[in-house]
């Protein structure tokens, strides 16, 4: 052991360390088979050389690049900067890597209180941050995540990390500015105090760069400059300036998906230009937002969330699938009479509002011609007639899928009244939930399977059933079912025009009452 003297032995601890800890990598690599075997066979004889200090090339360093990259990319940020210094080859097989994930929970542990740790701490993030960017420059990187919620301490690092990311070739660029493991919409409830500036002149110098991600901060306002090689943005709890978003649709001409998450608005949200590309849209949880209008010939996709009444103008005339929450007064006959009269490509349709009433009379019966999937999320204040459903279902003769999710605790007992014949042609599949068993939810059940020569299964359930967020589908509690339940999958079937119907009734999440079907 005389090998290691006062200058050698930090290098013999750290050599050791790092064995452990790459031996710990490899053994989390499950899904190679082969990188177990190897590690296993060698872990003895890296050890032994680790602390005799003769290996120019250990056991671990004979894996093929791939899986090494693959090992090394496993590490903390800390192990995998200090590694490259462990052996001639792994500093170039870092640059094997693709994907670049630099975040500051790598070093802490999540939900501490990093970002007022002590400056030494934060000093050790950014330097490891320094040293892999001078690593790969020069190299393309496929993916890049910085994740930082201290940045507003060290802006000037963030501006020098840009111009080194700006030679790396970067195609998708994800930068954070908090650490928090909560969900966005609690985030966005808390208090994030002032978040970090950043320019959007200075992101532009990343001439490679396809898709670009920012959380948690506030886009400055800045000059007009191309940025031609965007095609994506997402943007949550991002703070924008008057006029900025308008200034960053034109510049990005070839941009296709536009996502606002939490974002801070003007209160009137306009998306439009001559050359606008765009294809896929995302207004999600804006708050503060009254007013929308969208004018963008190629859009086919538009997902919109927002607590609250709403102003629509929309041209959209290549529309084919639409998710739309909003709530106010009148908003179903607003909503199927007003916003949607000008989408004759749509297809897939997700409606769900609180409302006062549900009554809506299509301005002519094939306003809809092109639908073929409507999910219908109704909250109602009071007791609704689902009659007044059956405009709406006439409207689209083509019709292919309908789920109608009911969310209202009154009954309507309402009887006697004349349900239309109409032929519903097309539908294969209903979904019916939150269902209590009344009179006129029965009635609405029967006018489906005798109208529906095609349908092939209708499930009714209890549990009633919303979106909320991101889309994400939520399962609420069921309501009590009449005792008239016990007999409908019978009356059902004995009414029903299809030979091929199956009956599901569900009173619970966890019972199913019944199944039944014809052969």
């Not at 032995?9 to 360390?17: G, H, N, Q, S, V």
């Not at 760069?209 to 306002?221: E, F, G, Y």
């Not at 269902?435 to 399977?449: D, M, Q, R």
């Amino acid at each position: 052991m005389c090998w290691f003297g006062n200058r050698a032995l930090p290098f013999a601890i750290l050599l050791a360390a790092t064995g452990a800890a790459i031996q710990k990598a490899i053994k989390s690599f499950g899904g190679q088979g082969k990188a177990i075997v190897l590690q296993e066979k060698h872990e003895q004889d890296f050890v032994h050389k680790a602390d005799d200090g003769l290996a120019n090339e250990d056991s671990i360093s004979r894996l093929p690049d791939d899986l090494l990259s693959d090992v090394l990319s496993r590490l903390d940020l800390i192990e995998a900067v200090g590694t490259r210094i462990l052996s001639r080859r792994w500093k170039n097989v870092c640059k094997v890597r693709s994907e670049l994930h630099l975040d500051c929970l790598d070093m802490f542990r999540p939900n501490c209180s990093h970002d007022m740790g002590s400056h030494w701490v934060q000093f050790r993030f950014l330097e490891a941050v320094d040293q892999s960017l001078q690593l790969y420059s020069g190299q393309s990187i496929t993916y890049l995540r910085i994740s930082c919620c201290f940045m507003k301490e060290f802006e000037p690092k963030f501006t020098q990390w840009m111009q080194v990311v700006a030679t790396l070739d970067v195609q998708e660029l994800d930068l954070k500015f908090i650490c928090s493991s909560l969900p966005l919409c609690q985030c966005a409830k808390s208090n994030m105090g002032e978040l970090f500036p950043v320019s959007f002149r200075l992101l532009t110098a990343v001439a490679t760069m396809k898709h670009l991600r920012l959380l948690a901060c506030s886009l400055q306002p800045s000059f007009p400059t191309q940025f031609n090689s965007l095609e994506g943005l997402y943007l949550d709890l991002v703070h924008l300036s008057d006029g900025e978003l308008p200034r960053m649709l034109s510049s990005c001409v070839n941009l296709q998906t536009l996502r606002l998450g939490f974002c801070k608005l003007t209160p009137k949200l306009s998306i439009s230009g001559p050359c606008l590309q765009l294809k896929f849209l995302y207004v999600h949880s804006c708050p503060g937002l009254e007013e929308i209008d969208i004018c963008a010939g190629n859009l086919i996709t538009f997902s919109f969330f927002h607590n609250g009444p709403i102003k629509f103008s929309l041209c959209v005339p290549k529309l084919e699938d639409a998710r739309i929450t909003f709530t106010g007064n009148g908003s179903i006959p607003y909503f199927f009479g007003e916003v949607l009269k000008d989408c004759p490509k749509l297809k897939n349709l997700l409606f769900q509002t609180n409302s006062d009433k549900l009554k809506y009379t299509p301005g002519k019966m094939d306003m809809f011609s092109n639908l073929r999937t409507l999910y219908f999320v109704p909250g109602m204040k009071s007791p609704p007639d689902l009659l007044n459903v059956v405009p709406i279902l006439e409207a689209c003769p083509h019709l292919e899928e309908f789920r109608l999710q009911l969310l209202c605790r009154g009954f309507n007992e309402e009887r006697g009244r004349e349900w239309p014949p109409r032929r519903l042609g097309q539908l294969k599949e209903v979904e019916f939930n939150g269902f209590h068993g009344t009179v006129n939810e029965i009635h609405f059940a029967t006018y489906l399977v005798k109208n529906a020569p095609a349908l092939e299964r209708l499930w009714i359930r209890s549990p009633y059933r919303f979106y909320c967020g991101d889309y994400h589908l939520r399962t609420g509690g069921g309501w009590y079912m009449d005792e008239r339940v016990d007999t409908l999958h019978e009356e059902l079937m004995m009414q029903a025009v299809s030979s091929k119907l199956q009956v599901n009734i569900v009173r619970s999440p966890r019972t199913e009452l019944k199944i039944c079907g014809r052969e």
